[in-house]
């Protein structure tokens, strides 16, 4: 099965025929997460909920959202969502059902331009329209019951939702694949060009993620390894989508 359209950039694996979780229950998990993210946030005083940082990934959101139905047309319905931590970390995320999370210190320390912050908000979008969450979630649900075990899963009974809690953490926070990382990039290349942002800017973000990690490692790069592959592999998508992008600037000019 696949869970998105192949859109301009022609993403079309096959993914796990093992989605042992259900939307809903990846839905109501991702919920309590982001929740307990937020509560936690704002009981320390770091939750960020105005002024001009808020106001600018708002603006880059709904642009992009108004582009993930050429993806998946259901997730137009989503509950999305942006909440900003002031936190020095440097760390960006969507959780399952769109929502969205940012950290002030990847935004201060490489000093995003709006193009950038499209960047990494359409990467980490693109990986929950291809639910790879659900997919991580599920592989590591199938390690924590083991192999004898996985006929009983697809009850959905209490007892799994339980057990599914127990692998949320560790599944959404363990590196995609190669193949899933590569999914995000170049389906968020996509959503950003239809947005109006450059698709250059992917680029020049993995540089100043490759530059900073000389320095000091980025949490973001635990799950998000940048080499200079996948800076080749931006390149390589850069020109199906250009085009995109330079029509939604000559619609700006006109």
Same mark, same amino acid.
């Given at each position: 099965?696949?869970?998105? +359209? &192949?859109?301009?950039?022609?993403?079309?694996? *096959?993914?796990? !025929?093992?989605? /042992?979780? #259900?939307?809903?229950?990846?839905?109501?998990?991702?919920?309590?997460?982001?929740?307990?993210?937020?509560?936690?946030?704002?009981?320390?005083?770091?939750?960020?909920?105005?002024?001009?940082?808020?106001?600018?990934?708002?603006?880059?959101?709904?642009?992009?959202?108004?582009?993930?139905?050429?993806?998946?047309?259901?997730?137009?319905?989503?509950?999305?969502?942006?909440?900003?931590?002031?936190?020095?970390?440097?760390?960006?995320?969507?959780?399952?059902?769109?929502?969205?999370?940012?950290?002030?210190?990847?935004?201060?320390?490489?000093?995003?331009?709006?193009?950038?912050?499209?960047?990494?908000?359409?990467?980490?979008?693109?990986?929950?329209? +291809? &639910?790879?969450?659900?997919?991580?979630?599920? *592989?590591?649900? !199938?390690?924590? /019951?083991? #192999?004898?075990?996985?006929?009983?899963?697809?009850?959905?009974?209490?007892?799994?939702?339980?057990?599914?809690?127990?692998?949320?953490?560790?599944?959404?926070?363990?590196?995609?694949?190669?193949?899933?990382?590569?999914?995000?990039?170049?389906?968020?290349?996509?959503?950003?060009?239809?947005?109006?942002?450059?698709?250059?800017?992917?680029?020049?973000?993995?540089?100043?993620?490759?530059?900073?990690?000389?320095?000091?490692?980025?949490?973001?790069?635990?799950?998000?390894?940048?080499?200079?592959?996948?800076?080749?592999?931006?390149?390589?998508?850069?020109?199906?989508?250009?085009?995109?992008?330079?029509?939604?600037?000559?619609?700006?000019?006109?």
């Amino acid at each position: 099965m696949s869970t998105t +359209r &192949e859109g301009a950039v022609g993403v079309n694996r *096959e993914q796990s !025929m093992f989605m /042992l979780l #259900s939307e809903q229950q990846v839905e109501e998990l991702s919920e309590q997460s982001y929740m307990q993210m937020r509560e936690q946030a704002k009981k320390e005083k770091k939750l960020v909920s105005s002024g001009a940082t808020v106001t600018r990934l708002q603006k880059v959101a709904d642009r992009l959202v108004s582009q993930v139905g050429v993806f998946r047309p259901d997730a137009s319905q989503w509950a999305w969502q942006v909440s900003l931590i002031d936190e020095k970390i440097l760390n960006a995320s969507c959780l399952p059902g769109g929502r969205i999370v940012f950290y002030t210190g990847i935004i201060e320390a490489l000093s995003l331009s709006d193009d950038e912050i499209a960047a990494i908000m359409g990467h980490e979008i693109a990986h929950a329209l +291809r &639910e790879h969450g659900r997919e991580g979630m599920s *592989e590591a649900y !199938m390690i924590q /019951l083991g #192999s004898t075990l996985v006929g009983s899963v697809f009850g959905a009974s209490r007892e799994t939702l339980d057990l599914a809690n127990n692998v949320v953490h560790y599944a959404m926070t363990l590196p995609n694949s190669r193949e899933k990382e590569v999914e995000a990039d170049i389906i968020g290349l996509e959503l950003m060009a239809r947005a109006g942002y450059n698709p250059e800017a992917a680029v020049t973000l993995w540089q100043k993620m490759s530059a900073q990690n000389s320095q000091q490692p980025p949490e973001f790069l635990s799950t998000h390894p940048a080499t200079s592959t996948r800076i080749d592999g931006l390149q390589h998508y850069i020109p199906k989508v250009r085009g995109l992008y330079e029509q939604v600037q000559s619609g700006k000019a006109g």
